[in-house]
């Protein structure tokens, strides 16, 4: 079992950026794949990015290449998603994930566990 809570979300303006950390619960942690997803209202949940349990594979969805970096620290069960050059369609609730899988996962069936979610607002 792992459980996960995400924290640091909040409002920015377009161009700024935000720090997302999950701090995961259980000792499995370290063998989770781990995941952010987002969802808009309205619209359903998309996957963000992903790293492997060691950190050494990293995978992202297009839109944020660049922009966006995942990041891991096993040591205190916290994955973070570290979002630079903010816009508005990044404005989502934000939501960290575990898959019990080696490889780097993007659906999110393959997921395990959640988060509860955080808001990120970007105001243009």
């Known amino acids: 079992q792992v459980q996960l809570v995400e924290s640091g979300g909040g409002l920015v303006q377009a161009g700024g950026s935000l720090r997302l950390s999950c701090v995961a619960s259980?000792?499995?942690?370290?063998?989770?794949?781990m995941g952010w997803f987002r969802q808009a209202p309205g619209k359903e949940r998309d996957f963000v990015a992903a790293?492997?349990?060691?950190?050494?594979?990293?995978f992202y969805t297009d839109s944020v290449k660049g922009r966006f970096t995942i990041s891991r620290d096993n040591a205190k069960n916290t994955v973070y998603l570290q979002m630079n050059s903010l816009k508005s369609e990044d404005t989502a609730v934000y939501y960290c994930?575990?898959?019990?899988?080696?490889?780097?996962?993007?659906?999110?069936?393959?997921?395990?566990?959640w988060g509860q979610g955080i808001q990120v607002t970007v105001s243009s």
């Open positions: 790293i492997n349990w060691s950190g050494g594979s990293t």
């Open positions: 259980g000792r499995t942690f370290s063998r989770c794949t």
């Open positions: 994930a575990c898959a019990a899988d080696s490889r780097v996962v993007v659906q999110t069936h393959h997921y395990d566990y």
